[in-house]
């Protein structure tokens, strides 16, 4: 794939951040140390933007009299709408009790993917989720949260439980179960990653080529692809995390995650 240079490239290549990071390659390999950095930087400043948007919406709902939502558009309500869309997806998969215990993960996943998939509607912005380095970052991150999720509530029963159901089957199921578990985050990384790059290249093609006004349609399929990852990536996570977190001592689980799961 061509690579594409965005303002922050241009930043970052003036800056100090240039110098400290040569030498230094992507996961992909082989990019100068502008492009290496970029994703980085533009990740830093979704990360602070994501973070006074929900200060801001945390300020509007402390100072709200009433518990009736607004009908008027404003990072509270946004934030209402995101938040209750997500928090609805985890309670049916896991419940509402283990969706509030782990909604403070998947939502932060959400508002931060969601950020940085839209940031790259903005002509001359690349989204840090085109980058495999940020995409895989984030789902490392569910990776080790879902294994320890797991380690909390089942104990030792949650390593068993990758041998397989009969002892005799543990040399044969063990390695098959460890590989199974470590390519989720592979998976998740990957697909994220393609589908953002893939949008947002060619979002710039047809705009080249065709002008201001005729990409349009093309923008508006985008804004889709990007709230239907940010939608498949947490309801992976979220279903890593029922699974891994379903009472094993008891040889049962949650029904709602097994049923998603075979889905």
């Known amino acids: ?14 800056s100090a951040l240039e110098h400290n ?3 230094v390659n992507t996961v992909l390999g082989g990019h100068s140390a502008e492009h290496s950095a970029e994703p980085i ?12 948007f929900a200060l801001i919406g945390r300020a509007g709902l402390a100072n709200r009299a009433d518990v009736t939502p607004k009908t008027s558009l404003s990072p509270t309500t946004i934030l209402e709408v995101i938040v209750g869309i997500f928090y609805d997806m985890m309670s049916g998969l896991m419940g509402p009790v283990r969706a509030k215990r782990y909604f403070p993960l998947i939502g932060t996943a959400a508002l931060f ?3 940085s998939n839209v940031v790259g509607m903005i002509p001359g912005i690349t989204p840090p989720t085109s ?11 569910v990776f080790v ?28 199921m063990f390695p098959i179960e460890v590989v199974s578990l470590c390519i989720r985050p592979v998976t998740l990384a990957v697909r994220l990653m393609l589908n953002m790059a893939v949008d947002h ?3 710039g093609i047809i705009a080249g080529l065709v002008g201001l006004f005729v990409p349009i349609p093309i923008m508006m399929l985008g804004t889709l692809v990007c709230f239907v990852q940010v939608y498949v990536f947490c309801m992976l996570s979220s279903i890593y995390i029922a699974l891994a977190t379903d009472d094993m001592h008891h040889g049962h689980g949650d029904e709602h995650a097994h049923s998603a799961h075979g889905h």
């Open 1 to 14: 794939m061509p690579e594409h240079t965005s303002f922050l490239s241009y930043l970052v290549a003036n």
């Open 21 to 23: 990071l040569k030498g």
């Open 41 to 52: 930087a533009a990740s830093v400043a979704v990360a602070i933007l994501v973070i006074l």
């Open 113 to 115: 993917i969601l950020a």
């Open 131 to 141: 980058s495999l380095n940020v995409t895989l970052a984030c789902a490392l991150l």
């Open 145 to 172: 949260a879902f294994n320890v999720f797991g380690l909390m509530e089942n104990g030792f029963a949650y390593v068993a439980h990758l041998a397989g159901p009969v002892w005799w089957l543990a040399p044969l």
């Open 201 to 203: 290249v060619l979002l």
